[in-house]
């Protein structure tokens, strides 16, 4: 619903904000869809530790100023001196309950499903800044001022009208841009609103609610794909509702800055956690519900972005390492940009890099990363390309992402989308062989920089099922990363086949899914499908 804006703050730019609201529901569940329940099995610790975040929150009409956290609400829990409170004026206070505001049930719900014990996702962020979004718009974003303890992580389950989108996005891109602070934000309920501002922003990581079917489809006004990404919550009365969904992401972006911090993708800790770098991450570990779908020229699913958000599957990537290109090449351009012809491969199927890519006026540039898919099973790839829209920028430079094989030179598939800097490759059968996936940056006189620096994120993986006895049990084992796949089982493969979803308890031994099952009589066959939501 539309909010009454701040007589002297928002309305003074005319800008309306929009309460992304819904009924909570507690659903534990919703911590297993997003991998966050396998990620503490593996590394208990990875909780959103040292990363300070930030939530601004929409007051409502009825007092103008109830948009704070109760840190003593029963599922947030957390100590009072955790957090900093920032009112309407800018009055910043410290304690709850305080004179800069008042409890809002809305900021409670929000806070629950990003950092609050139990049902958070960073349950252990270091410090949370608590801000009237009005305020936070016109004095920080707005105006560029520095967040009060520069927060990396801002969660925003707000947004504002449709018409404010153009001004908006720009100064959440220019923010994003100098300030390296990762925006999540919501695009909307769905329900005849198109995808809303500021989660409409290049450089911001718009976030939808999964639902089927969903009601939230892009693209923004401009043709650019959003939402980025979707995430569990509520469904509310009479339809959906993001603003408890969008915490979900926002934790997860805080524990893989947590993770980067801290050495888990290698030393280069400032690559890994850039901005571009986490969004490639959380983009590239979703998991495609059923439907999804993308296209060359428009990388995201309409309705999914690139899919369902799952923390093990992005920091499984993140360990995996920076791998630089094994070779760059230019071409004319506009030009063929086959395989080059140095035989090295990357020594990783999982990983990422951070670099910067140079062109001329004339010519393209390649950067190639090569990989060897050794034997006969099929292959499941994703690769996620980001790049920021420059701070003053009116325009974006135009990177692309290619697949081709470089046995023949067949090009596979590309992602070559015009207008947005995202691009999205995802293949669910591709051949065992040798491969080039390759980011090329277009060079013209309407380029916007001769050099522009981008973060790729890529997985290349299958799923092989081992079959054991032990003690008169048969034990089925595959591997634990990537998570978000379902056992199932039939006693048949004459068609029709009659598959039936295994609900014996699944437990991690070895880095390895395992599941126990007695021994029956008869012929039993098992796969693994995915999705698992």
Known sequence: ????????????????????????????????????????????????????????????????????????????????????????????????????????????????????????????????????????????????????NSARVVNQSFAFAPSDEPTVDSAYDNYAATNNTIFLSGVGNGGGYPVLPPGTAYNSIGVALYFSPPLVAGPTADGRCKPDIVAPDVVDLGGEADSYAIPYVAGAAAILVQAANRGDGGPATNAASDVRTIKALLLDGAIKPNGWTNGTAAPLDARYGAGLVNVFNSWEQLKGGQHAPIESTTNSSGGAHPPGANTNNEPALAGWNYTSISTQTTNDTVNHYYFNLPGVDAFTLTATLVWNKQAGASAINNLNLFLYNAANSNLITCSTSMVDNVEHIFLPALAAGRYDLQVLKRGSATQVSVIETNALAFEIFNMPLSVGLTNGNAVISWPLAPTGFQLQSATSLAPPVSWSSVTNAVFIANNQNVVMLPVVSGSQFFRLIRPAF
Do not use: W
């Not at 601004?56 to 409170?85: I, Q, R």
């Not at 929000?110 to 608590?130: E, K, L, Q, S």
């Open 1 to 148: 619903m539309y909010m009454r804006p701040h007589a002297n703050d928002v309305m003074r730019k005319g800008f309306s904000l929009l309460l992304l609201a819904g009924v909570l529901s507690l659903h534990a569940g919703d911590l297993d869809t997003i991998g966050v329940t396998v990620l503490r099995q593996v590394d208990p610790t990875l909780t959103g530790s040292g990363v300070k975040v930030a939530q601004p929150e929409s007051a409502s009409a009825d007092t103008n100023s109830d948009y704070e956290v109760n840190p003593s609400y029963v599922y947030v829990g957390l100590p009072t001196n955790l957090f900093t409170y920032i009112s309407t004026n800018g009055m910043v206070t410290n304690g709850f309950p305080n004179g800069a505001g008042f409890e809002s049930g809305h900021a409670d719900a929000v806070g629950r499903n990003f950092y609050g014990i139990p049902f958070g996702a960073a349950t252990n962020v270091a410090h949370v800044d608590n801000y009237d979004a009005n305020y936070f718009f016109n004095h920080y974003i707005y105006n560029s001022h520095s967040l009060l």
